[in-house]
């Protein structure tokens, strides 16, 4: 089974710049998360996807941070303008539904993010 | 609020030695899951357990094993024998239960180096 994979797995720019990270969960993983770990610290949660819809951007910075999740399917997370404190790690993960309960969440290999 | 502490940020230990990575955790749901996570150095993730705040059975799974006690709001995780494999940063982690979002919230980490 494929796990989660993600692209780029680098990518350095300026400040001010735009990028975007793209994410395929496994194949029937109805959640999808988007973390960013900062460096000696562990994943903090910038959005949920259940399915297409939305469950959790609370901690997402809004004025540049947006992600979508067209079709359920793939994900793209986007920063514009980018900041120096953007620079981290931006993992991808995740799970199944049902169960009743909580599921393991798979992350993905992450892309590391470096911003001058 | 919902809280991880793992208060040993580095862990040194000689090959074959046992090491127990401590996990404390604070939170006023009745329902939760906690989980254990090792990343190594590619950077990925990897899901070792999940424990159901109603199961308080302590788990083996080979070299690894873990202690939840809910008592003292811990949920440690010991290796025997440590192999240099077993070097990595190991994150303990807790989500709410499911219709809290589910999403996890990670403890810093604790990075073990395990010395031939």
């Known amino acids: 089974e494929a796990g989660v994979a993600q692209s780029p797995r680098y990518k350095i720019i300026e400040k001010r710049q735009s990028v975007a990270f793209w994410c395929n969960p496994i194949?029937?993983?109805?959640?999808l998360y988007w973390y960013q770990q900062i460096l000696g610290q562990g994943p903090k949660l910038l959005i949920q996807?259940?399915?297409?819809?939305?469950?959790?951007d609370s901690q997402l910075p809004k004025d540049r941070f947006s992600a979508e999740r067209l079709k359920g399917v793939d994900s793209t997370l986007k920063i514009q303008p980018a900041k120096l404190e953007d620079s981290a790690v931006y993992l991808c993960?995740?799970?199944?539904?049902?169960?009743?309960?909580?599921?393991?969440?798979?992350f993905g290999p992450g892309t590391r993010l470096t911003v001058l | 609020a919902q809280k991880v502490t793992q208060a040993q940020t580095e862990i040194s230990v000689v090959e074959k030695e046992d090491v127990t990575l401590d996990c404390v955790y604070e939170?006023?749901?009745?329902?939760?899951?906690l989980f254990w996570y090792k990343q190594p150095p590619s950077g990925e993730l990897v899901f070792l357990i999940r424990?159901?705040?109603?199961?308080?059975q302590n788990e083996i799974s080979g070299r690894y094993s873990w202690n939840f006690q809910k008592s003292t709001s811990s949920f440690n995780f010991t290796i025997t024998a440590s192999q240099v494999v077993d070097s990595a940063v190991y994150f303990c982690?807790?989500?709410?239960?499911?219709?809290?979002?589910?999403?996890?919230?990670f403890g810093k980490g604790t990075k073990l180096s395990v010395k031939p």
């Open positions: 424990r159901n705040s109603f199961d308080e």
């Open positions: 939170t006023r749901d009745t329902t939760y899951y």
């Open positions: 982690a807790l989500s709410g239960p499911w219709g809290s979002q589910g999403n996890l919230i």
């Open positions: 194949s029937g993983h109805a959640t």
């Open positions: 993960a995740s799970s199944l539904e049902g169960g009743g309960g909580v599921n393991e969440q798979f």
């Open positions: 996807f259940q399915n297409n819809g939305v469950v959790d």
